[in-house]
């Protein structure tokens, strides 16, 4: 066999990633673009496939994906294998967003006599960082970007939603009331078997966030 085949014969050509990322407005219209872009630049072939956020880690685990686009720091410490890359996208906000019906104030959490919309990993980090929340009632509705729509049409009046504080809020909060319950910085993660393509991906992820080009939308 010729030199000219072995190389060619040894040359693998590297894996699509799957990235996982949620319907979110934030999401769809700013860190998705620029992890897309990052991944362009860094010249590694990347599918991008949306989730409901409770499913991420488990399709980790199960090596479906390889990562999410976003995630914030109170998802990423509970799991060791996922690895932040880069500096973080952006700080955001956790919210408690109330109907323009009833009175909006942090006391909300621990009335037993109120329900509150949330998806599952949101329930999880209220009750750990607020134990007094473990009193309220939840309904589970796993797409975080339908919360506010779920108020605007009267189906509920309390619900957990998240915000960038570096980028526009979403155009449908602006009918509804808002307090911040606490800010996390949130990072795009790989699983930590992706090591070497993520020491790729970071210099370009601060590039982009340093100068970032006209089409993103911070």
Same mark, same amino acid.
């Not at 955001?92 to 009833?102: A, D, G, M, N, Y």
């Not at 621990?110 to 009193?135: C, E, M, S, W, Y």
């Not at 797409?143 to 779920?150: F, N, T």
């Given at each position: &066999?010729?030199?000219?085949? @072995?190389?060619?014969? #040894?040359?693998?050509?590297?894996?699509?990633?799957?990235?996982?990322?949620?319907?979110?407005? !934030? *999401?769809?219209?700013?860190?998705?673009?620029?992890?897309?872009?990052?991944?362009?630049?860094?010249?590694?072939?990347?599918?991008?496939?949306? @989730?409901?956020?409770?499913?991420? *880690?488990? =399709? $980790?685990?199960?090596?479906?994906?390889?990562?999410?686009?976003?995630? $914030?720091? +109170?998802?990423?410490?509970?799991? #060791?294998?996922?690895?932040? *890359?880069?500096?973080?996208? #952006? =700080?955001?906000? +956790?919210?408690?967003?109330?109907?323009?019906?009833? =009175?909006?104030?942090?006391?909300?959490?621990?009335?037993?006599?109120? %329900?509150?919309?949330?998806?599952?990993?949101?329930?999880? %980090?209220?009750?750990?960082?607020?134990?007094?929340?473990?009193?309220?009632?939840? +309904?589970?509705?796993?797409?975080?970007?339908? &919360?506010?729509?779920?108020?605007?049409?009267?189906?509920?009046?309390?619900?957990?939603?998240?915000?960038?504080?570096?980028?526009?809020?979403?155009?449908? @909060?602006? !009918?509804?009331?808002? $307090?911040? /319950?606490?800010?996390?910085? %949130?990072?795009?993660?790989?699983?930590?078997?992706?090591?070497?393509?993520?020491?790729?991906?970071?210099? =370009?992820?601060?590039? /982009?966030?340093?100068?970032?080009?006209?089409?993103?939308?911070?």
């Amino acid at each position: &066999m010729s030199l000219l085949c @072995l190389k060619g014969f #040894s040359s693998e050509k590297e894996p699509q990633l799957r990235i996982s990322y949620i319907e979110h407005p !934030s *999401v769809q219209q700013t860190a998705l673009p620029l992890v897309k872009l990052a991944y362009k630049n860094a010249g590694i072939d990347a599918k991008f496939i949306r @989730l409901p956020d409770f499913r991420f *880690v488990n =399709e $980790i685990h199960h090596e479906n994906i390889d990562g999410d686009v976003v995630q $914030i720091d +109170f998802i990423i410490d509970k799991h #060791s294998e996922l690895k932040r *890359v880069g500096p973080p996208i #952006s =700080e955001v906000e +956790f919210l408690l967003i109330c109907s323009k019906r009833v =009175e909006c104030k942090k006391t909300v959490l621990g009335d037993k006599d109120i %329900a509150i919309v949330t998806t599952d990993i949101g329930r999880r %980090a209220i009750k750990t960082l607020f134990p007094q929340a473990a009193n309220n009632r939840y +309904f589970i509705v796993n797409h975080l970007g339908r &919360m506010p729509k779920i108020l605007a049409t009267g189906h509920a009046d309390y619900a957990f939603y998240i915000v960038s504080s570096s980028w526009s809020r979403p155009a449908e @909060l602006t !009918s509804l009331q808002q $307090i911040t /319950l606490f800010k996390s910085k %949130a990072y795009h993660i790989l699983h930590q078997r992706h090591e070497e393509l993520a020491k790729r991906i970071a210099p =370009e992820i601060e590039a /982009l966030l340093a100068n970032p080009p006209s089409e993103l939308k911070f």
